[in-house]
């Protein structure tokens, strides 16, 4: 079982930054692939970005790119989310979830296993 637990969210002005984290409590953090999801007021959690077991390959969304940068810390069992130029479409509750794909960088949400109960980030205009 893996529990995932984010922090680092709240309330920005648009153009301010905001870094996410997000904890692990698994030994074997390192044998999984990390990623974001964000969802704003309905049905639907998107994909916001994502990085492979040794960091070395990331994949983000068309609209974030440029502007988001996620990375990991092995030793640490966490995985950031650095959030600049912030808009108010960037509104959401912000989850991080881990996924046991290793052929690929996974996008879907079915292909991550365990997810975290979010954090809110409200970027005001």
């Known amino acids: 079982q893996v529990q995932l637990v984010e922090s680092g969210g709240g309330l920005v002005q648009a153009g301010g930054s905001l870094r996410l984290s997000c904890a692990a409590s698994?030994?074997?953090?390192?044998?999984?692939?990390m990623g974001w999801f964000r969802q704003a007021p309905g049905p639907e959690r998107e994909f916001v970005a994502a990085i492979t077991r040794s960091g070395g390959s990331t994949r983000y969304a068309d609209s974030v790119k440029g502007r988001f940068t996620i990375s990991r810390d092995n030793a640490k069992n966490t995985v950031y989310l650095q959030m600049n130029s912030l808009k108010p479409e960037d509104t959401a509750v912000y989850h991080c979830?881990?996924?046991?794909?290793?052929?690929?960088?996974?996008?879907?949400?079915?292909?991550?296993?365990?997810w975290g109960q979010g954090t809110q980030v409200t970027v005001s205009s």
């Open positions: 979830a881990s996924s046991g794909v290793r052929a690929w960088v996974p996008q879907r949400r079915d292909e991550y296993s365990y």
């Open positions: 698994i030994s074997t953090f390192s044998t999984y692939t």
